[in-house]
């Protein structure tokens, strides 16, 4: 047997191949031979036609010539008639080809023990907590820049954006703080109209920061 069965067959659209080219190269025919016997076999009976596919390759010198790409039926109906001193050796050596790569495949895709189907699970669990962490964060971020100016956020905008609830009292409480630190550092508050409370005041990012490292109490 050869060395290179793998080559002989290859895996395309969920099934196992070969094509007319290779068929002539193993059995020692021209491949224009190979041809007009799938081409026989096609007309013969509908459902020939099923069993290959007309395609091309492009040779050394550039052209483009047809090629039947057939799966292991089209195969085995193809080189039924083949006969000659070395024809059977040829036959067997592409079925264990077919048998081996579709060992291969098997092998590929045995199903996963109990274990690894809890720890297939489990982390499929994590990526989805991490996707959905993900789109809160954003959602906050969002929801916290819709209510104030891209730059600035108000009390209410900046805790939202943090995950935080403050009330009315907390929320005071911020608000002198943020507006003492702006006013030592020569930056003037924004304003926004608010459906609640008429216009509040916006702060710099910077600023929010420090004020939200005291404890909300």
């Known amino acids: 047997m050869s060395s290179n069965q793998n080559e002989l067959v290859s895996y395309s659209n969920d099934q196992l191949v ?38 091309s390759y492009i040779d050394e010198s550039g052209k483009a010539n047809q090629l039947y790409i057939m799966n292991r039926d089209g195969f085995s109906l193809l080189v039924m008639g083949f006969t000659g001193k070395d024809a059977l050796n040829f036959k067997l050596e592409f079925i264990e080809a077919f048998n081996k790569m579709e060992k291969q495949i098997k092998e590929a895709v045995k199903p996963l023990s109990s274990a690894e189907m809890f720890l297939q699970n489990a982390q499929l669990m994590v990526e989805h907590d991490k996707r959905i962490a993900s789109v809160e964060s954003k959602l906050h971020v969002l929801e916290a820049k819709t209510t104030t100016r891209i730059e600035e956020f108000t009390i209410a905008g900046y805790a939202t954006l943090l995950g935080l609830h403050v009330n ?35 702060y710099p990012e910077q600023i929010l920061k420090v004020v939200f490292q005291n404890p909300i109490n």
């Open 168 to 202: 009315l009292v907390q929320a005071s409480k911020f608000g002198r703080l943020a507006k003492n630190m702006c006013k030592n550092s020569n930056i003037v508050p924004g304003t926004i109209p608010d459906p609640r409370f008429g216009n509040v005041h916006t």
């Open 18 to 55: 070969t094509n007319s080219l290779l068929v002539a190269q193993k059995f020692n025919k021209k491949h224009f031979h190979v041809l007009n016997a799938v081409k026989n076999l096609i007309n013969s009976h509908e459902k020939s036609c099923q069993l290959f596919v007309s395609t």
